[in-house]
């Protein structure tokens, strides 16, 4: 299951991990974010002991969402080692959203 990453406990469970993460920027309001929901879901089940897999409501969590630069949603980050190294803007398959972990793995 994806961690639930909100602006209290971004720092400690992304940043702080020493491990690549993926981030999913999202709203429960937005149609696309439904669509690529279930694919974050099943890479956070996969690939839960080589990375950090989460999602970040932006309704709720502005401040991590603003620092970030999330102007549309969905969007995807890929960091290492605390910084953003690859971004995915809008929903994608899941082929798209691996091949950026692998490569980062």
Do not use: H
Request: proline share 5%; with cysteine.
């Amino acid at each position: 299951m994806a961690l639930e990453l909100t602006d209290g406990n971004f720092q400690e469970t992304v940043l702080d991990s020493g491990k690549v993460a993926v981030v999913d920027f999202w709203a429960p309001w937005c149609g696309p974010c439904k669509m690529i929901g279930p694919i974050i879901e099943e890479l956070a089940e996969e690939y839960k002991d080589s990375a950090v897999i989460g999602k970040v409501n932006v309704d709720d969590n502005s401040d991590i969402s603003v620092k970030y630069r999330v102007r549309n949603i969905p969007t995807v980050l890929f960091l290492k080692d605390g910084e953003v190294v690859d971004k995915v803007v809008g929903a994608v398959p899941r082929s798209a959203l691996e091949a950026k972990l692998k490569a980062l793995l």
